[in-house]
């Protein structure tokens, strides 16, 4: 028998955690993000390897939210059109509630409320799937086994959202002015015809980008931009979760926040740099 | 770069390895060999470091001193691409079977060689069932994790290592969680593949039958150290005061 106890340590190793503040622990959280982004949209080359996977996160994406973005669209588009009809009315104006509508719904509502009910049911179902392969050592399998888990379980997220983000934003921004115009009809004495027109005539095209209206494009870009940063968002902290269920938990709230917080700054200057700059 | 492969060598040496968390020290000047075709048991308190050093010998944590080598290369100063190769040749069998719980048994022992390789599907296939069959679980593809026992996940844990052929397989605890007589039929599995297949083992593990089963040599850790190492036999009869502590041998 080999008494291994004379092997002594050179030296005694203690590595003290690193105290942040809060602003770097900020900037590190976010650079992580940029960095998982980047490192992700390095592997778009294995989208054609991935696209089963991809289908899948945009069918499940689309069957998750598609009724909740019909029933929040709908009566987005009716408070928008009840409100400004209300003002109009006064002044009246109430020929402008579908442009009104139109252009709200187009540049604003739809990509917002889609990307928020995005956050809040496919990136907390991302952040809580991925969470739970962290904490049950999933995540290390694949490692050990050699396995791109970003090629694997980030890049069929990021693409599905991002695809499937501006098909549901166009799908808002439909039953949002349809909601407009049966305020506009049934409270405001607006008929169908004028408010259908006025709606039409906002969203006229511009004659660029395949002759879709401004409005329509800026608002599924950002559709777009906000599927990607939901996903990215929702991977890292699901990476992230340690500890079990609390981890898991910690991990969804905060992708939810993160994303809608994110969701909000982004749409910020979005806005600017299309429309002002 | 790093030193290229070595037949002589051991196929694991950890080399005054250190490794803390925060302020929690784990591993204080750990250093042990594991021979080629040799199955070497780590034996020692729960939280001293057993699972941290398989960790250490797979290249998923790296020691903060000290060196790890696999197969005669450090795996610590091993590139990307190097760490991917060496863990072809090695295996890793997870306490609770870390199992990948949207796809099915023969997908998760598929998932390397379709990652990994350009083999057909048919061959794939071919090759997942052969290894279904080498752990006694062939009609098992179909199954999902939630549907299996943990017996069967490790058995599962067990087929996914073992499918790419590797040359050392690393063992966490294979007997966490079973009743004893499903820890029989792993330990039995474990000792028939080293037989079959020769490949070289690490098993972290407290429970001494399976130690029994399958162990060519035991070492004990504590306190980041190994404290003793020995033939099973020899092992259990000793008289090393800290093996008498923690067989409660002490008191007698």
Same mark, same amino acid.
Request: hydrophobic share 45%.
């Given at each position: ?96 509630? *579908?442009?009104?509508?139109?252009? %709200? ?18 990136? @907390? ?54 909601? *407009? ?31 879709? +209206? ?64 | ?18 490794? %803390? ?22 034996? *020692?308190? %729960? ?101 299996? @026992? ?15 052929? +590797? ?86």
């Amino acid at each position: 028998m080999k008494d291994a106890s004379h092997i002594q340590p050179a030296e005694e190793v203690v590595i003290a955690p690193a105290k942040a503040s809060g602003f770097t622990s900020f900037l590190r959280a976010e650079g992580e993000r940029v960095e998982l982004l980047l490192s992700t949209l390095r592997r778009l080359g294995h989208i054609g390897k991935r696209s089963r996977l991809i289908y899948e996160q945009m069918f499940l994406s689309g069957i998750q939210t598609l009724h909740v973005v019909l029933l929040v669209g709908l009566f987005i588009g009716m408070i928008v059109s009840l409100q400004t009809g209300i003002e109009l009315a006064k002044l009246g104006q109430q020929d402008q509630i *579908g442009t009104i509508v139109a252009i %709200s719904m187009a540049r604003e509502m739809g990509p917002f409320i889609t990307a928020t009910i995005l956050a809040a049911t496919v990136g @907390s179902a991302i952040a809580a799937e991925l969470g739970t392969m962290s904490v049950s050592n999933e995540l290390d399998a694949l490692e050990v086994m050699s396995i791109d888990r970003l090629s694997l379980l980030v890049l069929p997220r990021l693409v599905g959202l991002a695809l499937i983000a501006p098909l549901l934003t166009l799908v808002c921004d439909t039953i949002g002015i349809i909601g *407009g115009a049966f305020v506009a009809q049934a409270q405001l004495n607006v008929g169908y015809e004028m408010y259908l027109t006025s709606a039409i005539d906002a969203l006229r095209p511009t004659g660029l980008l395949l002759n879709v +209206p401004k409005d329509l494009y800026a608002g599924l870009l950002k559709a777009l931009v906000f599927g990607v940063m939901i996903a990215t968002i929702a991977c890292n902290e699901g990476f992230k979760a340690k500890g079990g269920a609390l981890g898991v938990g910690r991990a969804t709230r905060a992708s939810v926040r993160d994303a809608i917080i994110g969701v909000i700054v982004i749409n910020y200057f979005m806005t600017w740099f299309m429309y002002q700059a | 770069m790093s030193a290229p492969s070595n037949n002589t060598a051991p196929v694991i040496r950890f080399s005054d390895v250190h490794k %803390s968390f925060g302020e929690k020290k784990i591993l204080a000047g750990f250093s042990m060999e594991l021979e080629k075709g040799q199955t070497l048991a780590i034996m *020692g308190p %729960s939280g001293v470091g057993k699972s941290v050093t398989l960790k250490h010998a797979i290249g998923i944590l790296t020691p903060d001193a000290g060196s790890v080598e696999v197969f005669g290369q450090e795996i610590s100063k091993a590139t990307r691409k190097e760490l991917a190769e060496m863990r072809k040749r090695m295996g890793y069998v997870f306490q609770e079977g870390a199992l990948i719980n949207w796809l099915s048994v023969g997908d998760n022992v598929a998932l390397p060689l379709r990652e990994n390789t350009d083999l057909k599907e048919d061959e794939i296939r071919e090759r997942v069932q052969r290894r279904l069959e080498l752990v006694h679980i062939p009609d098992a593809w179909e199954l999902m994790p939630s549907e299996i @026992s943990g017996g069967m996940k490790k058995r599962v844990g067990i087929a996914r290592a073992l499918i790419t052929d +590797p040359e050392l397989i690393l063992y966490d605890e294979p007997n966490a969680g079973l009743d004893p007589e499903i820890a029989r039929s792993i330990n039995a599995l474990i000792r028939e593949l080293q037989e079959r297949l020769g490949v070289s083992s690490l098993v972290v593990e407290h429970r001494i039958d399976c130690i029994r089963t399958v162990a060519d040599e035991v070492l004990f850790l504590d306190g980041g150290k190994a404290v003793v190492q020995a033939k099973p036999e020899e092992f259990f009869n000793s008289s090393h005061p800290r093996l008498a502590r923690f067989f409660g041998k002490d008191s007698a």
